[in-house]
């Protein structure tokens, strides 16, 4: 009851179908202030990230012919697994950044 009093005082003196919406124009797109800085950014991460993945894919093959030369118990298949594992990841990545860039 109390809001149909409120409906009927206060609502029903603004036309709301007379009163005309926003309406807002085809903006310009511009860039943020440091967009030029994060992206030199990102590019560093990526060069880092491919960097690091080579490097481990390396360490590992290495340390997979080490152990294979001198007998010991093979843990180095889990470290090529998870470099590749971390590879495909990092590189989906990127894959998917660019795609919303």
């Known amino acids: 009851m109390l809001l149909s009093a409120f409906h ?3 609502l029903s003196q603004y036309d709301l179908v007379s009163v005309p919406l926003a309406q807002l124009g085809n903006p310009t797109p511009e860039t943020p202030p ?10 560093y991460f990526t060069w880092f990230v491919l960097l690091s993945g080579v490097m ?5 093959g290495g340390r997979f012919a080490w152990e294979k030369w001198s007998g ?3 843990a180095s298949p889990k470290m090529v697994a998870g470099a590749m594992i971390g590879g495909i990841v990092a590189t989906s990545a990127g894959t ?3 795609a919303v860039l």
């Open 8 to 10: 009927d005082t206060v």
């Open 34 to 43: 440091v967009a030029d800085k994060l992206m030199k950014l990102v590019r």
């Open 56 to 60: 481990a894919i390396t360490y590992a």
């Open 72 to 74: 010991s118990g093979l």
């Open 96 to 98: 998917i950044m660019n």
